[in-house]
């Protein structure tokens, strides 16, 4: 089956889409955790997991720490960690 991302919103709190008019947040940046999510949706409705079970826990992804994560300490600024390569 066809799953594709509709009307993707990228932001400074993460990314927004809608699968098959279910509405989808990832508090994550960039267009590859945008491509990530949506492998991981296609893999989970192989696996007969519904939509809103995955929007649910992709909302609550907290990602992997030290990679694109974010720091809120208080400050203004958005801070990011982002390591330039794989340790």
């Keep these: 089956a066809l799953v594709k991302a509709l009307s993707p919103q990228y932001a ?16 994550m940046l960039g267009l590859i955790n945008a491509e990530n999510a949506m492998a991981a949706v296609a893999v989970g409705l192989s696996q007969g997991i519904g ?25 203004e600024a958005l801070s990011i960690v982002a390591p330039g390569g794989s340790p």
Excluded at 12 to 27: E, H, M, S, T, Y
Excluded at 55 to 71: I, Y
């Design 12 to 27: 400074a709190d993460g990314i927004r889409f809608a699968v098959r008019d279910v509405p989808f947040r990832l508090p």
């Design 51 to 75: 939509l809103t079970a995955m929007s649910k826990a992709l909302a609550e992804f907290a990602g992997v720490p030290g990679r694109q994560e974010f720091v809120r300490a208080g400050q």
